[in-house]
């Protein structure tokens, strides 16, 4: 047995070993105690067994066990270890992986909405570079689906009532039949108190021990009943505050790290001189990737350098501008073993003052009234408003070439003279690079306002429940990035040349009579002397400005549901749940920066007439061109308009029949069958299905297993986004014949459109596991579950540099990669790559989940453990059928996305409550991993592919002061990562992108303190 894998064991025995040498066998009530579904008796607050409906099952019965695997944790539970919020204590919990939250999240460009607490079981929603954040896990309020929060067809759970919730149920498995699509990896229903009778309130600080990521948490909650108890009210408001922090705030974020080829003796001087290039591919067996601190990207020097010129042999191209405007020699530092980068010297990067975590802002409003019509009809109606606010640095203003360089020309007054006489004619010009000379960062400001009404009538008659509902969601999403470099003004303002009138320095197509009106205003702007926002500030103000873009979400529903009792057989009742189910929903996209208004040359030179020194496509013949634009609107944020509708019409049942009961050897034998017809306006009619069983040999020992079709169908999104751009750097390499690639290790654009063809993904899944309750030890209870998932059909898109890779491969032509990279010539770099979603993908995953339970009393108060374990087996996933089966299973991916699949994964909490006191002491494991960026022939190359595993500590004190009838004041501290654990370091493969560990998997926040107060009345 490997030391890691003991360690695990040991882990899982010592919560047995706890439970097994207490003495007492006192049990305290589930609602302090969350067991997994088919353990001993629960109650969830002050409801009774009767009314609690587990999300495994729409079968509506008092002590019914669903076959389908289902984790119940209580918010009580979830707060002692987490107090910042229900979801991010459900991410500490081994079925999740690869979650989006604040602190999990990429902060360089803003064109999608990918923040919030996104969940993401069994990391299914990102088995590649998915910019969408997960999907495939289908989230539930009190039973009800949540209309997405954001247009992208994600839900940022921040928008839930947290204090007025009683517990989460997490479906651990397929479940499409019963809850419909978008459940392929499974369910997350928050429960609603809706009995909740009284006041609570919570106020809580926190910081990190450096000062850093200030915090703040206020709510209140009341629940009164009315007209003598028929009626009920529920009202919650919450608001929250993260201050967020930089990436500098962290001092393994300032060196610099990033992977490189370990092996520089393939490496030398380019064709131009003004960068290395690198024969063996880095992350090969001849180039094995290390990490470097203090890399760079040779291609620019941060204040500025002149990468060209339309004169053959300038003697000044590849220097670097001083801030004095002369120049000097470019330092090309120490060789590193990847084309295009060096250790030291000049060259550029990601600067570090830039955000690691957005500041986020949030408010919550949830009001809730339900009253008896009759004895057995009531009606009710809630609605929840919420409001999310971010803003953070995006990538500084740059001018990278080939699609957002500079061209300065002969006679622009900020050319020093020596520079100017190296220029011969009058259109002659230098090509200028600029990264981060000091100028100010844009700054992206978004909004979501959301807001979801339903009302509905529940009611019962003979042995049946039925319910009623329609729900209308709201979410209109807001982006400002503010401070981006307009394109149409820049190249106005770079432009420079003296007025033949005054002699004052001025934009030259201010001179043009046909032109001027268009560009009144403009003001000259000057990057041959460092920081331009410094040296011309009213030109750096006119050449900025803001890209923003609009979108509305709307989503209509009604659903129709009706359960209970068809008949009695000897082992008991034969149970149905039938439903039907219709949606709607709309998105309207708006925007300042369309790219799909400049997509044709004409568009473009409409746009940019009067204008000289746009970025053109470069040719072999014309290095300095005068070809096609190759630049949009802005240096980035451009996002096209997207349109869309669609509506969902539905109609499911499920049946449950007893076969045996009270016999020898099957005290409990049943079977679970259900049934789902779903008909989609964009992609047709699809069927999803779910079998099992449960048997109980004896009381104690349950054993299950369920067979489920699952899907989930394409999101408007998906289907109607309009062209989106983006930048990434890409390793275009050259092949050995020299007839087909660049050789350039640069960022190339991307435009990202949606598919109206796509179709539903499928999925297939089984599980099955056991129950062990046993009746020697009270207070114990233990599942083991296997479960196996396969998901076909994947919508997916491959990257830029997958799509370079592959069509290097097949020789630079003959495959479809191919066709979606535009190059003027084949041994030019992309000047787009066109990147579109489609049903090209499969995903497998399997593993077993492990939870532990127990309770009871030592001397004067009383012991919980509980324990949750996932081993994870296999994680399986092909972009297209020729492509190579990527293995992510126990593997740390290694992208500027970073995911993070361990092995092992493990949340162990110890809670000990005496009288007025209490302690929580909570363990997070992570297991270890290799690097890799799976999806080549060979695995990626590593000097050092270990990463070994993390454990975080949480710990909670609290003192409870009694107050009035049955209220409390509970005082709390809470310290995360107690002992300051920092996270490995693995950095990217582009310097300076995230901070270098698994943003993904990891802390990087390090010893964090909270401390408030929560009060009952």
């Known amino acids: ?524 702007l000057d990057v041959m002397h460092g920081d331009p926002s410094k040296s011309t500030p009213a030109g750096y103000a006119y050449a900025t400005g803001t890209s923003s873009y609009r979108a509305r979400f709307k989503q209509d529903a009604f659903a129709a549901n009706i359960s209970g009792s068809l008949f009695e057989l000897p082992a008991g009742p034969v149970d149905i749940a039938v439903g039907v189910e219709y949606r709607r929903q709309t998105l309207n996209l708006t925007s300042n920066a369309d790219p799909a208004l400049l997509l044709t040359d004409a568009q473009k030179e409409a746009y940019f007439a009067g204008l000289r020194g746009i970025p053109r496509v470069e040719t072999a013949l014309l290095p300095y061109p005068t070809g096609p634009i190759n630049t949009l609107a802005y240096w980035l944020t451009n996002v096209g308009g997207s349109h869309g509708k669609l509506n969902v019409k539905e109609a499911y049942a499920e049946i449950a029949v007893p076969i045996l009961k009270d016999t020898p050897f099957f005290q409990e034998l049943s079977v679970n069958g259900a049934i789902r017809v779903t008909d989609y306006s964009t992609s047709g009619t699809v069927k999803t299905w779910k079998a099992g069983a449960t048997w109980k040999p004896v009381d104690s020992l349950l054993l299950r297993g369920t067979y489920s079709h699952d899907i989930r169908a394409p999101n408007l999104y998906e289907l109607y986004a309009g062209p989106q751009s983006g930048i990434g750097i890409v390793n275009d390499v050259r092949n050995a014949a020299g007839t087909y690639g660049s050789g350039q290790n640069v960022n190339a654009n991307t435009l990202t459109v949606g598919n109206p063809n796509l179709k539903p993904e499928v999925a297939n899944t089984y599980t099955f596991g056991t129950v062990f309750t046993p009746e020697f030890l009270r207070g114990f209870s233990a599942s083991i579950d296997y479960y196996h998932i396969k998901v076909d059909k994947l919508i997916d898109s491959l990257s830029a540099q997958q799509l370079l890779t592959n069509c290097l491969n097949a020789g630079g032509s003959g495959v479809v990669e191919c066709t979606q990279i535009d190059r003027a010539s084949p041994t030019t770099f992309p000047t787009l790559v066109h990147l579109v979603p489609q049903n090209i993908a499969f995903l497998k995953t399997a593993g077993i989940d492990f939870d532990f339970t127990y309770r009871t009393a030592v001397g004067d108060g009383g012991l919980g453990v509980r324990l949750y374990l996932n081993y994870l087996d296999k994680f399986d996933a092909q972009q297209y059928a020729a492509a190579p089966i990527a293995h992510y299973a126990g593997v740390s991916v290694v992208t500027s996305n970073p995911q993070g699949f361990p092995r092992w994964r493990g949340n162990l909490t110890v809670d000990y409550t005496n009288g007025p006191f209490g302690i929580t002491i909570g363990e997070q494991y992570i297991g270890k991993m290799r690097l890799d960026i799976p999806g080549g022939t060979t695995p990626i190359q590593f000097v050092d592919p270990k990463v070994k595993p993390v454990w975080y500590t949480d710990l909670t004190l609290r003192y409870t002061i009694p107050h009035g009838d049955g209220g409390n004041f509970e005082f709390f501290t809470t310290v995360n990562n107690l002992f300051d654990k920092d996270p490995p370091l693995i950095p990217g493969t582009v310097p300076g992108v995230n901070p270098p560990t698994n943003i993904a998997v990891y802390d990087i926040v390090g010893r964090a303190f909270t401390a408030g107060v929560r009060v009952k009345f």
Not at 170 to 178: F, I, L, R, Y
Not at 475 to 482: L, P, W
Request: proline residues 5%; aromatic residues 8%.
């Open 1 to 524: 047995m490997t030391k890691n894998n003991l360690f695990i064991s040991s882990l899982a025995v010592s919560a047995s070993i706890i439970a097994m040498a207490v003495p007492a066998l006192a049990q305290e009530t589930a609602a302090a105690a969350p067991a997994q579904e088919g353990t001993a008796p629960q109650a969830a607050g002050p409801a009774s067994n009767a009314d609690i409906v587990v999300t495994g099952s729409r079968i509506v019965r008092d002590g019914y066990t669903a076959p389908t695997p289902v984790t119940v944790a209580s918010t009580e539970e979830l707060a002692k270890t987490t107090p910042s919020g229900v979801a991010d204590a459900l991410n500490k919990l081994p079925q999740f992986n690869n979650s989006l939250s604040p602190s999990k999240s990429a902060n360089n460009f803003s064109n999608l909405p990918i923040h919030g607490n996104v969940l993401n079981l069994r990391g299914l929603g990102t088995p590649s570079n998915n910019p969408k954040g997960p999907l495939r896990t289908l989230v539930l309020f009190d039973g009800m689906r949540v209309s997405p929060t954001e247009y992208v067809g994600t839900i940022d759970t921040n928008v839930l009532p947290q204090l007025l919730m009683q517990r989460v149920d997490v479906v651990t498995g397929g479940a499409s039949a019963q809850w419909g699509s978008d459940a392929v990896a499974g369910v997350v229903n928050f429960i609603l108190d809706k009995k909740f009778t009284g006041f609570k309130g919570l106020a809580q600080a926190g910081v990190d021990q450096r000062g850093n990521n200030g915090n703040q948490r206020l709510g209140a909650a009341f629940g009164s009943d009315f007209a003598g108890g028929r009626g009920h009210v529920l009202l919650s408001a919450e608001y929250s505050n993260s201050e967020g922090m930089l990436r500098q705030d962290r001092s393994f974020s300032t060196q610099g790290y990033n992977f490189v080829g370990s092996v520089t003796t393939s490496c030398g001087p380019s064709a131009n001189g003004q960068q290395r290039t690198c024969t063996a591919a880095p992350g090969t067996a001849a180039n094995p990737y290390t990490i470097a601190s203090d890399v760079r990207i040779s291609a620019l020097a941060a204040n500025g350098r002149i990468v060209g010129s339309s004169v053959t042999g300038n003697p000044f191209v590849g220097r670097v501008i001083n801030n004095d405007g002369t120049t000097r020699a470019f330092s090309l530092g120490t060789a590193v073993g990847t084309t295009g980068f060096q250790q030291g010297g000049d060259g550029y990067k990601i600067p570090n003052d830039t955000n690691a975590i957005a500041p986020l802002t949030n408010y919550n409003g949830f009001g809730r009234v339900s009253y008896e019509l009759t004895d057995n009809i009531t009606a009710f109606v809630q609605g929840v408003y919420a409001r999310s606010k971010y803003h953070y640095f995006t990538q500084g203003n740059s001018l990278i070439p080939a699609t957002e360089s500079a061209r300065i020309y002969k006679g622009n007054p900020y050319l020093s003279t020596a520079l100017d006489s190296a220029l011969t004619g009058a259109n002659d010009y230098y090509v200028v690079g600029q990264q981060d000379a000091g100028q100010p960062k844009p700054i992206a400001y978004e909004k979501t306002d959301y807001w979801t009404a339903t009302a509905g009538l529940t009611g019962k008659f003979a042995d049946f429940n039925w319910q009623v509902t329609y729900n209308h969601g709201d979410s209109k999403h807001s982006m400002d990035n503010v401070g981006l470099y307009n394109n149409q003004k820049l190249y106005a303002a770079l432009d420079a040349v003296r007025n033949p009138a005054n002699g004052q320095i001025t934009c030259r197509v201010l001179l043009n009579p046909a032109y001027a009106s268009q560009f009144a205003g403009c003001q000259p």
